[in-house]
T-cell receptor, first 114, second 118 residues
Framework: GNSVTQMEGPVTLSEEAFLTINCTYT??????LFWYVQYPGEGLQLLLK?????DKGSNKGFEATYRKETTSFHLEKGSVQVSDSAVYFC?????????????FGAGTRLAVHP | GAVVSQHPSRVICKSGTSVKIECRSL??????MFWYRQFPKQSLMLMAT?????????EQGVEKDKFLINHASLTLSTLTVTSAHPEDSSFYIC??????????????FGSGTRLTVV
């Protein structure tokens, strides 16, 4: 079945460092791919998405490119800030059943220090 | 924007008791809501899909009689963990589909409930 694997955290960086959080997926069809972010005490928020191969999603300085050949959707940011500290979830859509179910990775906690 | 309010954020209960978790859509009508469960260091696992006015659709392996889902109105879905046991301790999170049948942009999440059964 469909699944998502993302790198374990926590990831600890200094402010202005480069960020990469790896995400790979297994899917039988052609899923859409997402990154969600959860700040402390808040719900999950959609950070970015890509719906087909070679699409690049971007938002708030974060980017991820849908790579079908490597089944990956790695999250990157050139210069992180303390305010980026959160848990990041990679996810794919599974349209089975007609409800567009989301399948999540385990989440990666990012801690950015001044 | 669309907000989903989930309560309580944390609950501790004794083994054998039942716990109800509420998920409310504050400024929109949610005909479909989703309930997820997350174990430490594991993925969010979809437990069930609840539809207003009809029975919930449970994922394989989820006990219907243990995790009772009610979606009696367009703004409220509840998850009741019946006869809770320590293995039910987990993080539960709800999600609402703002526009049924639309794309994934329509998903908004509650802030989750940390359940601890002692």
């Amino acid at each position: 079945g469909n699944s998502v694997t993302q790198m374990e955290g926590p990831v600890t960086l200094s402010e202005e460092a480069f960020l990469t959080i790896n995400c790979t997926y297994t899917a039988t069809g052609y899923p859409s791919l997402f990154w969600y972010v959860q700040y402390p005490g808040e719900g999950l928020q959609l950070l970015l998405k890509a719906t087909k191969a070679d699409d690049k999603g971007s938002n708030k300085g974060f980017e991820a490119t849908y790579r079908k050949e490597t089944t990956s959707f790695h999250l990157e940011k050139g210069s992180v800030q303390v305010s980026d500290s959160a848990v990041y979830f990679c996810a794919l859509s599974d349209p089975a059943g007609g409800y567009n179910k989301l399948i999540f990775g385990a989440g990666t906690r990012l801690a950015v220090h001044p | 924007g669309a907000v989903v309010s989930q309560h309580p954020s944390r609950v501790i209960c004794k083994s054998g008791t039942s716990v109800k978790i509420e998920c409310r859509s504050l400024d929109f009508q949610a005909t479909t809501m989703f309930w997820y469960r997350q174990f430490p260091k594991q993925s969010l696992m979809l437990m069930a899909t609840s539809n207003e006015g009809s029975k919930a659709t449970y994922e394989q392996g989820v006990e219907k009689d243990k995790f009772l889902i009610n979606h009696a109105s367009l703004t409220l879905s509840t998850l009741t963990v019946t006869s809770a046991h320590p293995e039910d301790s987990s993080f539960y999170i709800c999600s609402a589909n703002i526009d049924p049948g639309a794309s994934h942009y329509g998903y908004t999440f509650g802030s989750g409930t940390r359940l601890t059964v002692v």
